[in-house]
T-cell receptor, first 115, second 111 residues
């Protein structure tokens, strides 16, 4: 069964460094998402992406964050200058369409630790 | 602003029991509602999706109901097994794309 994959599974970085989290969505999906989950807290929406553009973003997704689909398979989240509070599990998701019946399929996550 | 709440936060039951997990949301203008399972340190596995026009959805031992007007959903698990132990999350589709999640119910099934 097709699945969303994410690399790396765990990333440790120093505060102020740039990180890129990578995702390979399900191959025929058109809509891509990033969510994050700070330890012990709810899963929070960050951004959605369609047709090479951001279609929706939350207030969390400020100028430090950017997303890109550099080729036909990868979808990346970049954090330019990491802060301690960026430590979280980051989930990528994809869906085939946007409708009342579509399901968002989630990857296994990347645990980001900022020291 | 949509708020999703799940009760209880944690639940421990003996194997074989039927159980109900609850989810409530404040804004009834939703596209759909999804129930997910999350194992420790792992990603989210979609269990069931209920469209806003539907009342319930079933998959194996799982049955999810939706009462949109009252802002409630329940996940019923029949004949629970130790392998059902996980955190269960509900999420509502708010607006075009984003999911708004509850904080989850941590379920433990005791052999």
């Amino acid at each position: 069964e097709p699945e969303v994959t994410q690399t790396p599974s765990h990333q440790v970085t120093q505060m102020g460094q740039e990180v890129i989290l990578r995702c390979v969505p399900i191959s025929n999906h058109l809509y891509f998402y990033w969510y994050r989950q700070i330890l012990g807290q709810k899963v929070e929406f960050l951004v959605s992406f369609y047709n090479n553009e951001i279609s929706e973003k939350s207030e969390i997704f400020d100028d430090q964050f950017s997303v890109e689909r550099p080729d036909g398979s990868n979808f990346t989240l970049k954090i330019r200058s990491t802060k301690l509070e960026d430590s979280a599990m980051y989930f990528c998701a994809s869906s085939a369409v946007v409708s009342r019946t579509d399901t968002q399929y989630f990857g296994p996550g990347t645990r980001l630790t900022v020291l | 602003k949509q708020e999703v709440t799940q009760i209880p936060a944690a639940l421990s039951v003996p194997e074989g029991e039927n159980l109900v997990l609850n989810c409530s949301f404040t804004d009834s203008a939703i596209y759909n509602l999804q129930w997910f399972r999350q194992d420790p340190g792992k990603g989210l596995t979609s269990l069931l999706l209920i469209q806003s026009s539907q009342r319930e959805q079933t998959s194996g031992r799982l049955n999810a109901s939706l009462d949109k007007s009252s802002g409630r959903s329940t996940l019923y698990i029949a004949a629970s097994q130790p392998g059902d132990s996980a955190t269960y999350l509900c999420a509502v589709r708010q607006g075009a794309q984003k999911l708004v999640f509850g904080q989850g119910t941590r379920l433990t099934i005791n052999p």
